[in-house]
């Protein structure tokens, strides 16, 4: 089978190697789809700073199983699916409080471990998640970011009836617009720099959308939702600009949760944030209940993938996605990468 290798930054080779054979417990998969992300790209650029080379990437994935290892028995050949790429220990205070997300070891596929970027793929059972007949591989292969964005949504336990922005329009801004929505948030405003960005926003349902190399966060917070403005502010963005205006912004006693990931050390003003009381959590990835319930959302069409959806690459091509992406960042949400044909 053929195997996608980045060797060093941005440099892919694809080599022949051997098809796994499925060990007990697990299943091999043939891999339809890969999502490209922005921590991806990261290794693409030679930026992230826990990916060493070589390194086989794509853990936003769907495909079908092709065979089940032995002792294998709440799945089916056939049936589609798409995998959780999380490689925890089982064993930390994390880990056996049921926070395998926040594991002391944790590894992530493409990352740390070997990716999915391969012909086929063998993988624990326990990391598979079944997808609807009725959901495309393409769909399938954006669970694992949706499953993200339904975490995130979740770290705020009041939603039902909350006032909600967002500070950044990218593929993760745009399905937390949703996920809020679909788990009860009254209004969803949203920013971004990118009008095109912002569009893509309104069409699935964020209620305002603000542009703010034009218009001020502050004030734009204040039309929405008036005096009391929001209930919790997510910065999805993850740059020094956002996260003060988070702070500065933010309702006194009110939540603000990070979900993008910085690549330097913030500065932030802190006196503002212990003066206004303010909580400022975080949300990391995601546990397998996310999975159930992006699946479901999906599924029940309180969220649309399709439109984020910007282009194909075939396999061979993966070098290509890239160059595309740096070339139309402001145009491009989500890369999909064609491996197997249905």
């Known amino acids: ?34 999502g490209v992300c922005g921590s991806d790209i990261h290794v693409y650029h030679g930026t992230h700073p826990f990916t060493s080379y070589p390194v086989t990437q794509g853990h936003e994935v769907s495909g079908m199983i092709t065979e089940l290892g032995e002792g294998v028995k709440d799945l089916k050949i056939g049936q589609k699916v798409t995998i959780e790429p999380q490689v925890f220990c ?18 992530v596929m493409g990352f740390q471990t ?10 624990d059972a326990s990391k598979v998640t079944p997808l609807p007949d009725s959901m495309s591989y393409d769909e399938g292969a954006m669970i694992e970011p949706l499953a993200v964005t339904v975490h995130a949504a979740k770290r705020f336990p ?10 950044g329009a990218g593929p993760i801004g745009i399905l937390l ?5 679909a788990l009860g948030a009254h209004s969803v405003l949203i920013t971004d720099i990118s009008d095109l960005r912002l569009s893509i926003a309104a069409s699935v349902g964020a209620d305002y959308t603000v542009n703010t190399a034009k218009s001020d966060f502050g004030q734009a ?54 003066d206004h009381e303010l909580d400022l959590n975080t ?20 969220i649309l993938l399709k439109p984020l959806m910007s282009r194909h690459f075939a396999f061979k091509d993966y070098l290509e996605a890239y160059r595309y992406i740096d070339a139309n960042r402001e145009s491009t949400m989500k890369i999909l990468i064609d491996v197997g044909k249905e």
């Open 90 to 107: 089982g064993h930390c205070y994390p880990c056996i409080h049921g926070k395998y997300n926040l594991c002391e070891n944790l590894k």
């Open 177 to 181: 617009a949703q996920s809020c929505k």
């Open 1 to 34: 089978m053929i195997q996608q290798i980045m060797t060093s930054p941005r440099h892919i080779e694809f080599r022949e190697v051997a098809a796994p054979n499925p060990l007990p417990g697990q299943v091999l998969i043939q891999i339809m789809r890969i």
């Open 221 to 274: 917070v204040l039309n929405a939702f008036g005096s009391d403005r929001a209930d919790v502010i997510y910065d999805c963005a993850g740059n020094d600009t956002t996260i003060n205006q988070a702070i500065s912004q933010a309702r006194k006693g009110s939540v603000i949760i990070l979900v993008a990931v910085f690549g330097k050390p913030a500065t932030v003003d802190l006196a503002v944030l212990n």
């Open 158 to 167: 009041d939603m039902v009836g909350a006032n909600v922005a967002i500070l």
């Open 114 to 123: 070997t990716g999915t970027a391969s012909e086929y793929f063998a993988v």
């Open 283 to 302: 949300s990391m990835m995601y546990r397998h209940e996310d999975y159930i319930d992006a699946i479901r959302l999906v599924s029940e069409g309180k």
